[in-house]
């Protein structure tokens, strides 16, 4: 629901409904190149495959704030995909005209620390976007990933504006997006029923 219906925020929680988070969409379009960025020492960025859904699994298991899990858990299902899948993906990329990409941040420990995804058109027309989440412990590569994904897509894709999600216990991402100019068009509240 979007936030600023009032009348209606009002109405779900009466009905015993419960907000457990809130996502903001904000857009970014910038003439002015945003640079590569280099990892801080001891990270690195590797391309995940289509059909690896266990490190994103794991990674959002381990991260996802328990007052989101109450509503939304963290599960196999959510996340497991079948084999065909990708194949299907990539018939839809090619006669849609847009090209997508899953990444991976690792730390010096080799954990995951960050799982992100963009996608531009490579058609005239639309609109690109990323959907990125970071360790809530590793505020400092907000900046890093946010450079990285829209480095590639202006590179591939300039002057077309970026569509980005955020949930708002990504408070390091969020700032991050500001600071490069990233604009908010609106927020959501997100509302669940416990029974």
């Known amino acids: ?37 280099s990892p801080p020492d001891g990270y690195r960025l590797k391309s995940l495959s289509p059909y690896d859904w266990k490190t994103r ?42 090209h997508s990409d ?19 058109r490579k058609r005239e027309g639309g609109t690109n976007s990323t959907k990125v989440s970071i360790d809530p412990n590793n505020p400092e590569l907000a900046e890093v990933i946010l450079r990285h994904v829209f480095s590639e897509i202006q590179n591939a894709r300039p ?13 390091a991402l969020i700032q991050c997006a500001e600071e490069l100019g990233c604009e908010k068009r609106f927020g959501a509240h997100r509302m669940g029923l416990r029974f």
């Open 1 to 37: 629901m979007v936030i600023g219906n009032d009348p209606a925020f009002k109405l779900y929680k009466e009905m015993g409904f419960e907000e457990f988070t809130k996502s903001y969409e904000y857009h970014f379009k910038k003439d002015s190149p945003i640079p590569a960025p």
């Open 57 to 98: 699994f794991n990674f959002a298991q381990r991260v996802t704030p328990a007052h989101i899990t109450r509503f939304e858990p963290v599960t196999e299902e959510r996340y497991r995909i079948s084999w065909i899948m990708p194949l299907f993906g990539k018939l839809f990329e090619s006669a849609g005209g847009f």
């Open 102 to 120: 899953r990444f991976a941040a690792y730390g010096p420990t080799d954990e995951v620390v960050a799982i992100g995804q963009y996608s531009y």
């Open 159 to 171: 002057g077309r504006r970026i569509e980005n999600s955020f949930e708002d216990w990504q408070s």
